[in-house]
């Protein structure tokens, strides 16, 4: 069945430091990748997606890019910042529509310092 | 962007009572929701498909007839844990697709602990 596998958290960065979470997986098929991120004390957001292979995902200064010879969806960014601090969720889907089901990874804290 | 709300937050009951858990799509309607179970440092599991006007479709090892679904309309469905057990504690999540159908909005979670 699908998986999907992110690197062992938690991570903690200093402002400005850039940042790499790593995160691969497993599926049937042409999935679609996400990441969602979850600030505390609220519901997951969407952060960014990529539908098909050499795709880039972008938003609020991270990217990652759909790697399908890694089977991996590594999300970066070249400069946190405080505000940055939250749980990050790699997902996937191998359907489309509105019954399209995800696939979570485990999730990461990062915290980032001042 | 779309809102989907949860009520409550966070409930605590006692063993063998029934949890209600409500998910609503404030600002768009929802013909399918999704509820989750996470448990701490884990990923969210899926629970269950909600469709409007039918029967919940279970994920492998879900009860159906613990973990209640009702979808009666567009913009609410409810997720009952019925006679809850300290091993039902979790946080529940759900999520709706925008009429669209190509981005899932998630719920801020209900924290659910049975004493």
């Known amino acids: 069945g699908d998986s999907v596998t992110q690197m062992e958290g938690p991570v903690t960065l200093s402002e400005e430091a850039f940042l790499t979470i790593n995160c691969t997986y497993t599926a049937t098929g042409y999935p679609s990748l996400f990441w969602y991120v979850q600030y505390p004390g609220e519901g997951l957001q ?17 990217e990652a890019t759909y790697r399908k010879e890694t089977t991996s969806f590594h999300l970066e960014k070249g400069s946190v910042q405080v505000s940055d601090s939250a749980v990050y969720f790699c997902a996937l889907s191998s359907s489309f529509g509105a019954n399209s089901k995800l696939t979570f990874g485990k999730g990461i804290t990062l915290s980032v310092r001042p | 962007g779309a809102v989907v709300s949860q009520h409550p937050s966070r409930v605590i009951c006692k063993s063998g009572t029934s949890v209600k858990i409500e998910c609503r799509s404030l600002d768009f309607q929802a013909t399918t929701m999704f509820w989750y179970r996470q448990f701490p440092k884990q990923s969210l599991m899926l629970m269950a498909t909600s469709n409007e006007g039918s029967k919940a479709t279970y994920e492998q090892g879900v009860e159906k007839d613990k973990f209640l679904i009702n979808h009666a309309s567009l913009t609410l469905s409810t997720l009952t844990v019925t006679s809850a057990h300290p091993e039902d504690s979790s946080f529940y999540i759900c999520s709706a697709f925008t009429p669209l159908g190509d981005t899932q909005y998630f719920g801020p979670g209900t924290r659910l602990t049975v004493l």
Request: no cysteine; charged share 35%; proline share 0%.
């Open chain 1, 46 to 62: 969407l952060l960014l997606k990529a539908t098909k292979a050499d795709d880039k995902g972008s938003n609020k200064g991270f």
